[in-house]
């Protein structure tokens, strides 16, 4: 089955860095790829979804990358502030061919002022 | 906000209690799937309804079980509930378009407790 690997380690930078966040994959490549956004005790809520097809989307500040040979995304946000401060969940498709989703344990990030 | 809701928000029960969950996804979506996720992991999906019929179920047990109704809302039910039950439930809406289901807009969750 799919196995999805973030860096569990928080990751704490400054205000106005670009933060980076790794997601590993195994197995086969998924069609396509998400990341979420999680705060403490809520619902993860939706970013960005990039196609196998598609090594680069970007929508405001984020930026994700694909790359199915290394079987890796890469997730940025430019310009941090602290009120992106949060857990950040990368999800794929499973590999049943089920409507739902797989996702990783997520990688804690924390913007300092 | 994302318009899925759910109830309770939080719950408090005993081991071998049982404990229904409800959630109303969101306008226009036809496909409910539920995750549990526990303390510091990733949501873990439990099974997702499309059109009332179980479309599809992750790796727990059957005491696990649920229903999706004709307006799309839909239960999960857990029997004979064990400490290690206590996570959060989130309840995702979508729409399925081929064979994948894209972008999951998930409800705030039903923080439960097993004592």
């Known amino acids: 089955s799919q196995k999805i690997e973030q860096n569990s380690e928080a990751l704490n930078i400054q205000e106005g860095k670009t933060a980076t966040l790794t997601c590993n994959y195994t197995?086969?490549?998924?069609?396509?790829l998400q990341w979420y956004r999680q705060d403490p005790g809520r619902g993860p809520v939706f970013l960005l979804l990039?196609?196998?097809?598609?090594k680069e989307k970007r929508k405001e500040r984020l930026k994700v990358t694909f790359d199915t040979t290394l079987k890796q995304s890469l997730f940025h946000i430019t310009a941090s502030q602290p009120a992106d401060s949060a857990t950040y969940l990368c999800?794929?498709?499973?590999?049943?061919?089920?409507?739902?989703?797989?996702f990783g344990s997520g990688t804690r990030l924390q913007v300092q002022p | 906000e994302t318009g899925v809701t759910q109830s309770p928000t939080h719950l408090i029960k005993t081991r071998g209690q049982q404990v229904t969950l409800r959630c109303s996804s969101q306008?226009?979506?036809?496909?409910v799937s539920w995750y549990q996720q526990a303390l510091g992991q990733g949501p873990q999906f439990i099974f997702q309804?499309?059109?009332?019929?179980?479309?599809g179920r992750g790796n727990f047990p059957p005491r696990f079980s649920g229903l999706q109704f004709p307006n799309y809302s839909s239960e999960l039910n857990v029997n004979a509930l064990e400490l290690d039950d206590s996570a959060l439930y989130l309840c995702?809406?979508?729409?399925?378009?081929?064979?994948?289901?894209?972008?999951?807009?998930f409800g705030p969750g039903t923080r439960l407790l097993v004592l």
């Open positions: 306008s226009g979506h036809n496909t």
């Open positions: 995702a809406s979508s729409t399925t378009s081929g064979r994948l289901s894209e972008t999951q807009y």
């Open positions: 999800a794929l498709d499973m590999d049943t061919g089920r409507r739902a989703l797989t």
């Open positions: 309804y499309y059109r009332e019929e179980e479309n």
């Open positions: 197995n086969y490549s998924p069609a396509y």
């Open positions: 990039i196609r196998e097809n598609e």
